[in-house]
């Protein structure tokens, strides 16, 4: 090249440097969805703050402390740890208190299980010791209890029952399997484990015992621990029989309302408790008993991955189970910090996790415990700092979780007046990290699924450093197929190559009393559903910093996306609550129950009105979505509007209530969102949306489904009849 063209390039590469210099100084940052430009400006700066704060070291050093002993609801410990969380969110900033409810809370004192027939030998009800996980060494301390299993022995031959289910159950006693007085050996997951009870219980069951085959979270997917991060063959999974047994969630001597000091409460007697005893063991143990196993070879989608054929008995395998249980009442310990908006105090953001475990919970639930500590931390550095949310940011530390939802229900049921009229959203953070080779988790209610993919397009993923809304999506199509112990959502395709993250409709845990009770905006997220230490001896630090998250990057990574979720929660001119998802979700739901109905035999009532609703929803929320979007687009316009941003917030706010049934769904007076029902009600429908209408269909109550439809179309209307108005708030500020 000769010298004129080298002086000619070099030319044109100044030119363009300083283009770029000067559109970079011009440059403004994009704004983020429901922002206007100049409040987009201030909330980036604010989330790169708050990036640039949070500490891996910090996290693992609360994580170490926090499971350095077990902290099951109700034992000292979990007081001590509410402690600890109450220091260190006053050092943090928050105004800060330990709220405190009764509950009947359960504990083991001894299990046993012994082969009796065809010949007598102890079944092991303790986990294997592990060499260098010095937590394995305390194993003698934590037999495979199940939680709520009243005391009790039974002696019955062995019945192989799957997943427990009612269905399950009738093939068996329709194949001429009598199952009165029988010891019933049933799977993990599937069905509910209150329903796996109740259901045997009706049929005359002696007792159950339970175990996590590996086609679920075990050598089938990978390693196992020490390894691996999947279940090893000596594992024992512990659960609480009180989910769907009771129809609601909570102390269950307070339904419906707060077990505060001196509220009335049932005596037990008065509540229908599970009444066989239940014991858990290991799938090394359970794969000796079905060795054993005689009679009709169980069906091919009853076949697990022991290596044996299944059979269903009974017997000739015979056991004899004991239990003895210290159920009785303890104290909760919720502890709740309070960080006060600048702008709307009266607007709550409420985000959570709970602390109490089953043993020592370094993933379920202290992964998320120490990750969200670490996020109060750095919120509370920031508001010192001159960077205070707008809305009032309110951070819970729930107790009793694993034992049935104690410390969120009661205090849902306690404050529900309040959370009615200022929650804005529930952010659930159930636990932070189990296994970074599975993609991340979001179950939430459709409102929030723009917010969260939004964030999620801000956040580096720590390996690949690409965007974890990529990551996320990626992970999901490699695995969508694969059978996840969580499902992947109602309306779930497996078979469709996903675009972007899909967000399962409908959150659990901590997020279940906001949803069902309240009808409220509410999210639960955890980073890898899949993995095999789940209530296991083996969730423990030995466990995280080996092989979970050496690093605690993903750690950091969840405190960013719950703290970012619910910083734009509180930061945002216009709320992000997104009406647009919601109504495909609704037209989803509405589409399935007429699938079903018709399967039935059945036309839902009302069906083309509705459909007629719904379409006007879809498109009163897109016209004001593009409304809104252009308003806030325009600086001078958001000048001249804001004074009525707080009425305008207000509609969007209230927007829940739509959908909020106060006198509850027909039977289940504990579940009062018209969108979702829980399974206590729906074992064996498709799904449990539209609870009202489908209930009766499923009985064939059409009457009563007529009923149900009018409540339905009514509350579409008033969703419609919002968005109108929100439309005509805009628009007036157009003028």
Not at 550 to 575: C, W
Not at 709 to 724: C, D, G, P, Q, T
Request: charged residues 25%.
């Amino acid at each position: 090249m000769n010298r004129t063209k080298i002086l000619n390039h070099i030319a044109i590469f100044i030119l363009l440097l300083g283009s770029t210099i000067s559109l970079a100084k011009e440059e403004k940052p994009a704004a983020l969805w429901r922002f206007s430009r100049g409040s987009a400006a201030w909330e980036q700066d604010y989330e790169a703050r708050l990036k640039n704060m949070l500490s891996p070291q910090k996290i693992k050093e609360h994580l170490q402390w926090l499971t350095s002993e077990p902290h099951l609801a109700g034992s000292e410990r979990t007081r001590a740890i509410a402690e600890y969380l109450y220091k260190n969110l006053e050092e943090y900033g928050f105004q800060t208190k330990i709220t405190c409810y009764e509950g009947f809370l359960s504990a083991p004192v001894s299990v046993s299980a012994e082969l009796v027939e065809p010949f007598q030998e102890t079944i092991p009800t303790l986990e294997d010791r592990i060499e260098g996980d010095p937590f394995t060494e305390k194993v003698a301390e934590h037999p495979g209890w199940v939680l709520f299993s009243p005391s009790g022995e039974a002696r019955g031959h062995v019945v192989y029952a799957n997943f427990g289910s009612e269905k399950d159950l009738r093939y068996l006693e329709d194949s001429g399997i009598n199952l009165k007085g029988k010891i019933l050996l049933m799977r993990y997951f599937k069905t509910s484990d209150g329903i796996k009870i109740r259901n045997a219980e009706r049929f005359g069951a002696a007792g159950v015992v339970l175990y996590a085959d590996p086609q679920e979270d075990g050598f089938l997917y990978g390693d196992v621990y020490p390894t691996g991060n999947w279940r090893p063959p000596g594992s024992i999974m512990r659960r609480s029989l009180i989910f769907d047994y009771l129809p609601y969630t909570g102390d269950p001597l307070s339904p419906g309302w707060a077990s505060v000091k001196g509220a009335k409460r049932l005596k037990i007697k008065e509540v229908a408790m599970p009444q066989i005893p239940v014991l858990s063991i290991s799938y090394r143990s359970a794969q000796h008993i079905l060795n054993l196993m005689k009679g009709p070879t169980a069906p091919y989608a009853w076949q697990g991955s022991l290596g044996l054929t299944y059979k269903l008995g009974p017997g000739p395998a015979k056991l004899h189970i004991k239990t003895k249980m210290d159920n009785r009442d303890r104290i909760m310990f919720n502890v709740i910090g309070r960080l006060e908006g600048s702008e709307q105090p009266d607007e709550w953001i409420i985000i959570g996790n709970h602390h109490d475990a089953i043993i020592y919970g370094a993933g379920d639930p202290s992964s998320g415990t120490a990750s969200l500590l670490e996020l109060a931390r750095a919120l509370g550095i920031l508001a010192e700092k001159g960077f205070r949310p707008k809305r009032t940011i309110i951070i819970c530390f729930w107790d009793a979780e694993e034992m049935f939802l104690g410390g969120s229900t009661e205090w849902v049921e306690e404050h529900s007046p309040e959370l009615l009229e200022k929650a804005v959203a529930y952010i659930n953070m159930d636990s932070a990290v189990f296994n970074t080779e599975r993609p991340l988790s979001v179950s939430s209610h459709p409102g929030l699924h723009k917010l969260f993919r939004s964030v999620a397009r801000d956040i580096d993923d720590p390996k690949t450093k690409h965007s974890l809304f990529e990551v996320w999506r990626d992970l999901q199509n490699q695995y969508r197929q694969v059978p996840s112990v969580d499902g992947w959502g109602i309306f779930f395709d497996p078979e469709k190559e996903l675009s972007q993250p899909y967000i399962f409709e409908i959150p659990a845990d901590d997020a279940a009393p906001f949803y069902y009770l309240l009808a409220l905006p509410s999210s639960d997220m955890y980073y890898g559903a899949d993995y095999g230490m789940y209530h296991s001896i083996y969730d423990n630090f030995h466990w995280m910093k080996t092989i979970g998250d050496p690093t605690f990057e993903y750690h950091v990574l969840m405190s960013k996306l719950q703290g970012i979720t619910a910083l734009r929660l509180a930061n945002a001119d216009l709320l992000p609550i997104d009406f647009v998802e919601e109504a495909h979700f609704w037209k989803k739901a509405y589409l399935d129950m007429e699938k079903v109905a018709k399967n039935k035999g059945h036309s839902p009532p009302r069906l083309d009105e509705a459909f007629h609703l719904l379409n006007l929803w879809e498109k009163e929320a897109a016209d004001w979505e593009n409304e809104s979007d252009e308003l806030l687009r325009n600086e001078s316009r958001v000048k001249e509007a804001s004074a009525e941003f707080m009425e305008i917030n207000r509609i969007i706010r209230k927007g829940f209530t739509d959908f909020l049934r106060a006198q509850g769904q027909m039977s289940l007076s504990w579940s009062r969102n018209l969108f979702a029902g829980k399974s206590f009600d729906f074992e064996g429908i498709s799904g449990n949306t539209l609870p009202g209408i489908r209930f009766a269909l499923d009985k064939g109550e059409l009457e009563k489904a007529n009923e149900e439809a009018n409540v339905y179309i009514s509350a579409l209307r008033r969703r419609v009849e919002r968005l109108i108005s929100l439309r005509q708030k805009i628009r007036k500020n157009d003028r």
